[in-house]
């Protein structure tokens, strides 16, 4: 048997690009196939303007490999690339996993570069792709032979919910956007603008995008905030929002409501931007599944700090993989794609975090399992979508993104 890691070490030293992790342990399997490797790739943004929430995501990522030491005969073989939040090097790092014989990955993370690897790279090579945070609407109607998931929601449902703070909860009726200009910036913008208008009755008066980690973003607050409006809306990244935030600050504050979305939902930002950020709400996929507690526990014992978002979804979408490789009986994408909604989707017994060691084993006996995840249910629908998820809302609070309400669909 393979020689056995200490987990804490090797996943402190696991944030280099390209970084391997194997894990083995002492569990039999029921079909004989328990003394082989799982390989599952990791392709997350480890730099570039995802940086500080791209971490932690991997992370959770890898929290099962650690999970699962000395707890199954099977070797837990994962291995990491860096997307540098750019699609070409997202593009460049999918490649090496696929080369290197990986049947699927946990990634990528931003829709930006998440819609130009999986046509690209994954779908071509019959890769599967399950992306804890791609979050743009395209992703539903991707031609990708079942080959792509995701363990986050559509942005669809963010737009309505942004809308029904900014109306309802923040009772404003006029808004401008400033959105990242990507996949991921210009659907959400359009989703919000669309739902406040025809929904709420109310006057979307700009949408301005903006290019990502420019050293000013002025000229762009003054084309959103020209007309006067009483809520700005801000999508984009952590990197690019500390400049955003600090012009604005500076220069532009007159008591605007302000909604950030899920990639602005970083404690790091208040005091980068040295501003206690008080007229600041925020809007982001809630974990709340039947697994979270659990999950908490374990990402607090290994990394020694509470979970951010996406990081249950990163780990659900690493566990759901590992567990239809079981099902597939070898490292093969296809055998992982046709057996991903039977490692997830009711019937059968259900697992959860903390579980995984008796969900590989029953499915190594071929037994139905239902995973219960720690972001949500996890079930898949036919297009590789959530079929329930929810949103929380938050405050800035001591500068920092504190909970404060949450709203479900599909629950």
Request: overall charge negative.
């Amino acid at each position: 048997m393979p020689r056995n890691v200490k987990r804490r070490d090797v996943l402190k030293g696991a944030g280099a690009a390209g970084a391997t992790v194997a894990f083995a342990g002492c569990l039999g399997g029921g079909n004989g196939n328990g003394s082989r490797a799982l390989k599952q790739g990791v392709l997350l943004p480890l730099s570039g303007d995802l940086a500080n929430l791209g971490q932690p995501i991997r992370d959770g990522a890898i929290l099962p490999a650690a999970e699962l030491e000395g707890e199954t005969d099977y070797t837990i073989d994962i291995s990491e690339e860096d997307t540098e939040t750019n699609p070409q090097a997202g593009i460049s790092g999918a490649d090496a996993l696929i080369d290197a014989g990986y049947p699927a990955v946990t990634g990528p993370a931003s829709s930006g570069v998440n819609l130009q690897v999986t046509q690209q790279s994954l779908i071509p090579n019959s890769t599967v792709g399950c992306s804890p945070s791609s979050t743009a609407p395209a992703v539903t109607t991707l031609e990708d032979d079942d080959y792509i998931y995701r363990t986050c929601p559509s942005d669809a449902l963010q737009g309505q919910v942004i809308a029904q703070v900014g109306a309802e909860e923040l009772g404003n009726s006029d808004a401008a956007t400033m959105y990242v200009n990507n996949d991921y910036g210009q659907a959400l913008s359009q989703s919000f603008a669309d739902t406040f208008e025809s929904e709420y009755d109310g006057e979307v008066k700009q949408q301005v995008s903006f290019e990502q980690q420019q050293s000013s973003y002025t000229s762009q607050l003054e084309s959103a905030l020209n007309d006067s409006p009483s809520l700005l809306v801000v999508i984009g990244y952590p990197e690019s929002g500390n400049q955003l935030f600090r012009d604005y600050y500076s220069d532009f504050d007159s008591g605007e409501d302000i909604v950030v979305t899920d990639g602005l939902i970083d404690n790091e930002l208040p005091d980068n931007v040295d501003n206690d950020m008080a007229n600041v709400t925020g809007t982001a996929p809630k974990s709340s599944g039947p697994g979270r507690e659990t999950f908490d526990e374990l990402y607090e014992n290994e990394y020694d700090r509470a979970p951010g978002v996406f990081n249950a979804q990163a780990y659900d979408g690493t566990a759901i993989c590992l567990l239809a490789n079981v099902y597939a009986g070898e490292n093969d994408g296809t055998g992982v794609r046709d057996n991903m909604r039977r490692a997830a989707n009711p019937e059968g017994e259900e697992f959860g975090p903390g579980e995984l060691a008796e969900a590989i084993e029953a499915a190594d006996a071929g037994d139905d399992i239902n995973y219960q995840g720690a972001s949500s249910a996890t079930n898949f629908d036919d297009n590789g979508d959530m079929v329930a998820v929810s949103y929380g809302i938050y405050e800035v609070q001591d500068r920092d993104f504190t909970e404060v309400d949450s709203v479900a669909f599909g629950q």
